[in-house]
């Protein structure tokens, strides 16, 4: 069965400094893998995804994500963090041989930037 | 460009009463999603649909039925609401191509609280 781990409720980073929403993931076959981001009181945003080809994603806000397929991981990454992305992170997997289109979603990881 | 409406944004229901949550999107989508967003558990789908006429069941489907009579809409019913139907309630949709891994498009939404 499919699933997917974000291992920290909260990660907590000082302004200016890098930061990384970890996400770990379990499929019988290829991954395609999603990270969207969360503000209070709105709905999701889609942030990047990794479908096939270069482990290094880039997306939006300056966001990136690398798949690592020998650790199943495919950590959020950002060289420097700003207050405005204080938000809640979700992980997502959708396993290749899955029929039904279903994505697989992470509880997610409350990020907090201090200024 | 609206892109997707939650219709209402807040409720409380007292336990049996029913009630219908409406989606609508106007990006001529073809997959709809209804998912429920609880503390620490991240996103559950409820049911989805991949085309105008069709549903299927996601991953919590007990207690709940949807429609999806025009391309546009996606109605969510609860027919006799649950204290354990407390939830925020988030509609999605995707393009549909691209098997499955195209972007969702997430509404605003839905606050439910059942007494």
């Known amino acids: 069965a499919q699933s997917v781990a974000q291992p920290e409720d909260q990660v907590n980073v000082a302004e200016g400094n890098p930061l990384t929403v970890k996400c770990t993931y379990s499929v019988s076959g290829n991954p395609y893998l999603f990270w969207y981001v969360q503000y209070p009181n709105r709905g999701l945003q889609f942030l990047l995804k990794?479908?096939?080809?270069d482990n290094l994603v880039k997306g939006s806000y300056g966001f990136e994500a690398e798949f690592n397929k020998s650790q199943t991981s495919f950590h959020l990454k950002k060289p420097s963090a700003l207050v405005s992305d204080s938000a809640l992170y979700f992980c997502?997997?959708?396993?290749?041989?899955?029929?039904?289109?279903?994505?697989?979603w992470g509880a997610g990881t409350k990020l907090i930037i201090k200024p | 460009n609206a892109g997707v409406t939650q219709t209402p944004k807040f409720r409380v229901l007292k336990t049996g009463q029913s009630m219908t949550l409406l989606c609508a999107q106007d990006?001529?989508?073809?997959?709809m999603y209804w998912y429920r967003q609880d503390p620490g558990m991240g996103l559950r789908l409820i049911h989805y649909?991949?085309?105008?006429?069709?549903?299927a069941k996601g991953e919590v489907p007990d207690g709940y039925n949807v429609s999806r009579l025009k391309k546009q809409n996606f109605l969510l019913g609860l027919e006799s609401a649950a204290p354990s139907q407390t939830s925020v309630y988030f509609c999605?949709?995707?393009?549909?191509?691209?098997?499955?891994?195209?972007?969702?498009?997430f509404g605003p939404g839905t606050r439910l609280t059942v007494l």
């Open positions: 999605a949709s995707s393009y549909g191509a691209s098997g499955g891994v195209d972007t969702q498009y």
């Open positions: 997502a997997v959708r396993d290749s041989r899955d029929s039904n289109y279903q994505l697989i």
């Open positions: 649909s991949v085309g105008e006429g069709t549903t």
């Open positions: 990006m001529n989508h073809e997959y």
């Open positions: 990794y479908i096939t080809g």
